[in-house]
T-cell receptor, first 115, second 114 residues
């Protein structure tokens, strides 16, 4: 079991730049979730995929954010025209999906810092 | 409006004693509850969960209790060990009717002193 893998672990960029993060879920997990965590808060849901279909988006996911899971395996999260408020830890999680009451397993996250 | 609340930001206990972490929720549609542990610079690690059809679930030193009428759950760690020092997050979801995204509390930082 290789677990959920996220890349990069850290990203520092200037305001206005675009950034892209990658998540590799546990193999054969159908569901993939993106969360954002800021200091002193718990993770907050952004969006999720069932296989390659993006089925839900949080109101936190502004139009500058886009997520894909093209072949139902890895996923990418892109933030365009980054802003100071985008500084956070971006977490990816996966679960078996169609089986109820199965926990989500998280990666170690990508920490984004906007200068 | 916070649907999952952890009202104690921190808790300090002595090694070998019991740690009790509490969590309250407001959404009566939640039917699956989880506890995660988080070390600095790592993602949350799943600890233990409980379905709303149960009131107790045990896994080794960890026990989760659910009181649906009070909309309250707690995590008991017995005996506490220094390696348990971490931030603990309570999470809840409504698997029955939705996509299963988790709603998290703000976390409780547990310090276990040797």
């Amino acid at each position: 079991d290789t677990g959920v893998s996220q890349d990069p672990r850290h990203k520092i960029t200037k305001r206005g730049q675009n950034v892209t993060f990658r998540c590799d879920p546990i193999s054969e997990h159908n569901r993939l979730y993106w969360y954002r965590q800021t200091l002193g808060q718990g993770p907050e849901f952004l969006t999720y995929f069932q296989n390659e279909a993006q089925l839900e988006k949080s109101r936190l996911l502004s139009d500058r954010f886009s997520a894909e899971r093209p072949k139902g395996s890895f996923s990418t999260l892109e933030i365009q025209r980054t802003e100071q408020g985008d500084s956070a830890m971006y977490l990816c999680a996966s679960s078996p999906g169609l089986i109820h009451n199965q926990p989500q397993h998280f990666g170690d996250g990508t920490r984004l810092s906007i200068l | 409006d916070q649907q999952v609340k952890q009202n104690s930001p921190s808790l300090s206990v002595q090694e070998g004693r019991i740690s009790i972490l509490n969590c309250d929720y407001t959404n009566s549609m939640f039917d699956y509850f989880l506890w995660y542990k988080k070390y600095p610079a790592e993602g949350p690690t799943f600890l233990i969960s409980i379905s709303s059809i149960k009131d107790k679930n045990e896994d080794g030193r960890f026990t989760v209790f659910l009181n649906k009428s009070a909309k309250h759950l707690s995590l008991h760690i017995v005996p506490s060990q220094p390696g348990d020092s971490a931030v603990y997050f309570c999470a809840a979801t409504e698997y029955g009717g939705s996509q299963g995204n988790l709603i998290f509390g703000k976390g409780t930082k547990l310090s276990v002193k040797p």
